[in-house]
């Protein structure tokens, strides 16, 4: 089945520096590939999402870009800022398979001030 | 528009007891998921209902089960407790098919604690 490793598994940027957080995964498959936000005691919040037909995706300060042969994503943030703080999480999932979403161990972003 | 909501938020079972977490989707979803988020790791996929019924499961034993109920709230069932099962339960839901069929909506969660 899937597998999707990320790293790195803590980040600590000073606010206004960008933050890139990266994930790898295993099944050639997938084709979809969001990414979540939890701030700390709460849900799972979609920040953006990728679909393999797509190479790069971007929103405001955030962008994923995704390397289909090389079986990699990556979430880029730019010019931090201190509520950026909390978890980062990848998945990955094949669109066809609705909510089986398959999602990476999460990144602690700190942004200090 | 009402969001995902779970319950209870919290609770506090022994060894080989059982449990019941509920949830109800947001307006206008009629697929659930639950997930089982231990500390400090991404949530992992239990299983999904649409229709009413299991469609696509985790590596979770049966001791997990679901129902999900014609206005496409759901429950997660999981029997003979063990410490492991202490963790985050997250219901999500979506829409069937089409743009944003994989977008969730997460709930807040059920933290169990199993002793």
């Known amino acids: 089945g899937e597998n999707v490793e990320q790293h790195p598994s803590t980040l600590s940027v000073q606010e206004g520096d960008s933050a890139v957080i990266k994930c790898t995964y295993s099944?050639?498959?997938?084709?979809?590939f969001p990414w979540y936000k939890q701030e700390l005691g709460k849900r799972p919040q979609l920040i953006i999402d990728?679909?393999?037909?797509?190479g790069e995706k971007k929103d405001q300060r955030i962008a994923v870009t995704l390397n289909k042969t090389a079986k990699h994503f990556s979430l880029h943030i730019t010019e931090t800022q201190p509520e950026d703080s909390a978890v980062y999480f990848c998945?990955?999932?094949?669109?066809?398979?609705?909510?089986?979403?398959?999602f990476g161990a999460g990144t602690i972003l700190r942004v200090k001030s | 528009e009402t969001g995902v909501t779970q319950s209870p938020t919290h609770l506090i079972k022994t060894r080989g007891q059982q449990v019941t977490l509920r949830c109800s989707s947001q307006?206008?979803?009629?697929?659930v998921s639950w997930y089982q988020q231990a500390l400090g790791q991404g949530p992992q996929f239990i299983f999904q209902?649409?229709?009413?019924?299991?469609?696509g499961r985790g590596n979770f034993p049966p001791r997990f089960s679901g129902l999900q109920f014609p206005n496409y709230s759901s429950e997660l069932n999981v029997n003979a407790l063990e410490l492991d099962d202490s963790a985050l339960y997250l219901c999500?839901?979506?829409?069937?098919?089409?743009?944003?069929?994989?977008?969730?909506?997460f709930g807040a969660g059920s933290r169990l604690t199993v002793l």
């Open positions: 999500a839901s979506s829409p069937r098919g089409g743009r944003g069929a994989n977008v969730l909506t």
């Open positions: 099944d050639s498959a997938s084709n979809y």
């Open positions: 990728i679909r393999s037909n797509v």
């Open positions: 998945a990955a999932s094949m669109w066809e398979y609705g909510n089986k979403l398959v």
């Open positions: 307006s206008g979803h009629n697929t």
């Open positions: 209902y649409y229709r009413e019924e299991e469609n």
